[in-house]
């Protein structure tokens, strides 16, 4: 039996699926997480590795996520449960949905503590606009203040999963499409002229050599895994959010060609950010090798105060980013609001409070690992290092490779042909359906396997 239609909403069209799941895969993994690891990992062959994750691993399973959604109509917990159970499988699958819970709840968590950093900058710049407050000129002595600074970074982290809290307490289609449809491609267009400033910086060629000509002595297990998740946290795959988004997918729209032009934006803008923020780093002196968690919050400052209108465009950059994390969270809230909306007498309200409120709560040991908590490391990172690690790194792809094994081989063929689009041909279907059996699935183990040293 093949639902139609979703207890939460319909997304109105197939554009506005485009721009919600575009704006939940372009936000601070592509503009702020996918340069400063790039950065950490030496460039062009970490560049390269993440761009075979995609096309191999990340498209497959993005339609794989898709079908499912589109599938179950449900949040990702009961939708599993329920397509495992009519494909005789046992229930157990659904733990994929709990385990993507999870994994949201621990990315959410970090996420906006480093969307509340982007918040105060974007403040730090309004107030100089405005107020004639003192520019930025040491961007490394402001950024440290701030990290320094837990109360600041408690109430951004507050003021952030608030908004979060309130558009998903909504419900998805008022506020969201509306929001994503005109300030997602704002940002674009002001990444674009940050790409021009980097290209008139003299030091675009030096950038593109770094971000594109691989040093294949760079390439080594950890970098591989690290590529791999980058490659699943920018698509927001793996912890089911895309899943979820599926369910409020109309029946007629095609999902590989959506699939397709949601991967591509996402790729697009990582690449131009890279290609814009590496010749600044490169111009002012800066070590492109320098990395960090402060990558960009260090390095654009620069650029915005000999820019002319830099202060307004410093302001627009950083609000405007903090918008592409706001519709990049909304989809990490929705999954579990969703799972408690059908399985609780709680109204959505409720829930979405609550869970934003126990997010919130677990944010405070990021915030305190970026001061009084310095000191305490788990495996060599630092506490937040290590929750980004675990829940971007390893849960994300594990969530993935089961996913792709659930599409593969629990769902039936036609019941995945069906939804991904019955006039596909059929060596594209193959293709498909042996990328998400085996390849996906394969590759995955093979590099996690790697970093839990099992090989
Ligand atoms: N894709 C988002 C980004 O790149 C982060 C995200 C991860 C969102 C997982 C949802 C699920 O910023």
């Known amino acids: 039996m093949m639902k139609t239609t979703s207890v939460h909403g319909m997304w109105s069209s197939r554009l506005m699926f485009v721009m919600a799941a575009t704006g939940s895969a372009v936000g601070l993994g592509n503009i702020w997480r996918f340069p400063y690891i790039t950065s950490e990992n030496g460039g062009g062959a970490f560049v390269l590795v993440y761009l075979a994750c995609i096309a191999l691993i990340g498209l497959p399973v993005l339609f794989a996520e898709i079908v499912i959604g589109r599938r179950g109509r449900m949040s990702p917990i009961n939708s599993l449960k329920e397509l495992?159970?009519?494909?005789?499988?046992?229930?157990?699958?659904?733990?994929?949905?709990?385990?993507?819970?999870?994994?949201?709840?621990?990315?959410?968590?970090?996420?906006?503590?480093?969307?509340?950093?982007?918040?105060?900058?974007?403040?730090?710049?309004?107030?100089?606009?405005?107020?004639?407050?003192?520019?930025?000129?040491?961007?490394?002595?402001?950024?440290?203040?701030?990290?320094?600074?837990?109360?600041?970074?408690?109430?951004?982290?507050?003021?952030?999963?608030?908004?979060?809290?309130?558009?998903?307490?909504?419900g998805v289609e008022e506020g969201l499409e509306r929001a994503v449809s005109i300030l997602m491609p704002m940002l674009f267009v002001l990444l674009l002229i940050l790409l021009g400033y980097g290209m008139s910086t003299g030091h675009f060629q030096e950038a593109v050599g770094f971000l594109f000509s691989p040093d294949w002595s760079r390439v080594d297990g950890s970098m591989i895994v690290t590529a791999m998740g980058q490659a699943f946290f920018t698509l927001s795959l793996g912890m089911c959010a895309i899943m979820t988004y599926g369910a409020y997918l109309p029946s007629h729209v095609n999902v590989p060609a959506t699939g397709v032009t949601v991967a591509l934006a996402d790729t697009a803008v990582a690449l131009v950010a890279g290609?814009?923020?590496?010749?600044?780093?490169?111009?002012?002196?800066?070590?492109?090798?320098g990395g960090g968690a402060g990558f960009i919050f260090t390095a654009l400052p620069l650029a915005f105060n000999s820019m002319?209108?830099?202060?307004?465009?410093?302001?627009?950059?950083?609000?405007?980013?903090?918008?592409?994390?706001?519709?990049?969270?909304?989809?990490?809230?929705?999954?579990?609001?969703?799972?408690?909306?059908?399985?609780?007498?709680?109204?959505?309200?409720?829930?979405?409070l609550l869970v934003a409120a126990a997010t919130w709560l677990m944010g405070l040991a990021s915030v305190f690992s970026l001061n009084i908590w310095s000191q305490v490391t788990i495996g060599g990172r630092d506490i937040m290092g290590a929750i980004e690690f675990l829940a971007a790194?390893?849960?994300?792809?594990?969530?993935?490779?089961?996913?792709?094994?659930?599409?593969?081989?629990?769902?039936?063929?036609?019941?995945?042909?069906?939804?991904?689009?019955?006039?596909?041909?059929?060596?594209?279907?193959?293709?498909?359906?042996?990328?998400?059996?085996?390849?996906?699935?394969?590759a995955i183990l093979l590099v996690l396997g790697g970093i839990l040293g099992l090989f």
Do not use: N
């Not at 499988?89 to 621990?106: K, P, R, V």
């Open 393 to 442: 790194d390893i849960m994300l792809p594990v969530g993935g490779l089961l996913i792709a094994l659930f599409a593969g081989w629990v769902l039936s063929t036609s019941i995945t042909r069906e939804e991904l689009d019955e006039k596909m041909p059929s060596w594209a279907f193959q293709l498909w359906l042996w990328l998400t059996r085996v390849v996906a699935p394969l």
């Open 84 to 170: 495992a159970t009519s494909a005789g499988a046992s229930t157990a699958w659904s733990g994929i949905g709990w385990m993507g819970i999870i994994a949201g709840f621990l990315v959410l968590s970090f996420y906006s503590v480093v969307a509340g950093w982007t918040l105060s900058y974007g403040f730090d710049y309004l107030q100089q606009l405005a107020f004639g407050a003192p520019a930025i000129t040491d961007p490394g002595a402001h950024f440290g203040a701030l990290l320094a600074d837990p109360a600041r970074l408690i109430f951004w982290h507050a003021v952030f999963m608030i908004l979060t809290m309130g558009v998903v307490a909504l």
């Open 275 to 289: 290609l814009a923020i590496f010749p600044i780093v490169l111009s002012f002196g800066l070590d492109p090798e």
């Open 308 to 352: 002319p209108f830099g202060i307004a465009y410093g302001m627009a950059f950083f609000l405007l980013l903090s918008v592409a994390a706001w519709t990049s969270s909304i989809s990490l809230l929705e999954p579990p609001t969703a799972y408690f909306v059908e399985s609780t007498d709680m109204s959505r309200k409720t829930i979405a």
